[in-house]
């Protein structure tokens, strides 16, 4: 090949390795949520502008509680789930974020009677905080303006209850079980070491403090939102008998 087509084709794929750094770079700054301008290119401003989540992490807890208490007298406000899809299309605004159990019986949208749009759930077995998990809520946080984040346990809970199993006898779990394990020890633990009557019960809620107070000093996004006020982290437990959550 002759000089001028060496420095040609350097040349090529050059601009086709920036062209696609910039496909790229659009892909992701496209998958954030925009930002509503005005034809001068400046951000909106009154109460048309205000998202409607834009409130405090302790508004957020009394809707939560209020939905929960709905949920449990079986008198819902949300029953039309339809409602209201054009507008979700568009955005999501979500007052809560829950860190759930992947546990079936535990469907946190109807236990605290909300709409779609209006939790950012994360759910694994044992509603815990791994690195994926976190990277989730402080998207949450971060680019939706979810003020409040809940870590939800359950009673009854088999993640909690195969941990258990697993530091007192020994139990030998199979596939990538051991790895769930090693995220609910801490809590498990912390749980043994107190010698309750009702270990299982205990350990539920060790595992959501545990869980709380990471994701309460949580670097660099969460633990910041925090202490400035802007976001609250809280646990509960929610009765599977009852659909009662009770606040921990």
């Keep these: 090949m002759c000089s001028l087509c060496e420095t040609q084709s350097r040349s090529l794929s050059r601009r086709r390795l920036l062209g696609g750094g910039a496909v790229l770079a659009a892909a992701v700054l496209g998958a954030l949520p925009a930002v509503a301008k005005d034809a001068k290119g400046a951000k ?3 109460d ?6 834009a409130i405090s992490p302790d508004d957020a807890m009394k809707r939560i509680v209020e939905g929960n208490a709905r949920y449990v007298s079986g008198n819902l406000d949300n029953k039309d789930f339809s409602a209201g899809r054009a507008a979700r299309a568009a955005a999501q605004y979500p007052i809560a974020a ?9 469907a946190p949208e109807l236990v605290f009677d909300q709409a779609p749009g209006e939790l950012f759930v994360v759910r694994v077995a044992g509603n815990f905080v791994n690195d994926d998990g976190l990277a989730s809520l ?5 680019f939706l303006g979810t003020p409040l984040v809940l870590v939800l346990g359950h009673s009854g809970c088999g993640a909690i209850d195969a941990t258990i199993k697993v ?26 070491a107190k010698k309750p009557q009702d270990l299982l019960a205990e350990a ?5 403090r545990s869980n709380v107070r990471r994701l309460s000093s949580a670097k660099p996004i969460i633990g910041r939102m925090v202490a400035d006020g802007k976001v609250k982290i809280v646990g509960g437990i929610y009765d599977i008998g009852s659909g009662r959550v009770t606040m921990i």
């Design 44 to 46: 909106p401003t009154g």
């Design 48 to 53: 048309i502008a205000t998202p409607p989540n």
């Design 98 to 106: 829950i860190v759930s159990c992947a546990d079936a019986r535990v």
């Design 138 to 142: 402080e998207y949450g946080v971060k």
């Design 167 to 192: 530091l007192k006898d020994g139990t030998k779990l199979p596939g990538h079980l051991p790895a769930l394990i090693n995220a609910l020890k801490p809590g498990v633990e912390a749980a043994i």
């Design 204 to 208: 539920t809620a060790e595992n959501v």
